[in-house]
């Protein structure tokens, strides 16, 4: 396995709408566990590929909250089929956008069809966290970021902070 390099915004390889894949592969298989590692190692509760330069529809998720209960969702073309009308907020953040979280609002529950490493055909029904990442994950294969969902004031001051800290970044390098 292999750690990757995330990409944080503002960077429009994020904004990009990722492809559909044909078919789970070794080579897919690999990513997904090289998504994982990377992910875990951050650490993070989910990432999608579009984070890592690959503008394909994978996704990886696990909630879990200590090393012993690791629970891994590795999704290709991940799809869903039913949301709840019901919805919760939960204070989200994101590996693209280090350092910034805010309150989104999404449906509680959610039922998600997709492909798993093994090229099966899968359906999850998720609520609560694992409900929110899964949403969030999938939002990266639309180009959408979480704080796209907020107010254009709030949004635009989180951009501004990580533009500052990329440049600053980029000064010392
Ligand atoms: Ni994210």
């Known amino acids: ?9 503002p960077d429009k390889r994020l904004k990009v709408r990722s492809e559909p894949v ?19 190692l951050a650490p993070g509760v989910g990432l999608a ?5 690959v503008t394909k529809r994978v996704i990886v998720v696990d909630v879990g909250k200590t090393e012993e209960d690791r629970d891994p969702y590795r999704m290709a073309n991940p799809e869903l ?13 994101c590996l693209s956008l280090p350092e910034h979280y805010a309150d ?14 093994n090229n099966t055909e899968q359906e999850l029904e998720a ?16 180009g959408v970021l979480f704080v796209d969902h907020l107010t254009s004031l709030k949004r635009n001051m989180i951009i ?10 980029a000064a010392a390098e």
Do not use: N
């Open 1 to 9: 396995m292999a750690v990757l390099p995330i990409i944080t915004a």
């Open 22 to 40: 044909t078919a789970v592969d070794a080579e897919l298989a690999t990513l997904m566990d090289d998504m994982l590692e990377t992910m875990y």
């Open 49 to 53: 590929a579009p984070q890592i330069g």
């Open 81 to 93: 089929v039913w949301t709840s009308d019901e919805r919760s907020v939960y204070e989200e953040g």
């Open 104 to 117: 989104v609002e999404r449906p509680e529950r959610i039922r998600v069809k997709y492909i798993d490493e």
């Open 127 to 142: 609520d609560g966290l694992l409900a929110t990442c899964i949403q969030h994950e999938m939002d990266h294969l639309e």
């Open 160 to 169: 501004r902070k990580l533009q500052k800290t990329k440049k600053m970044k």
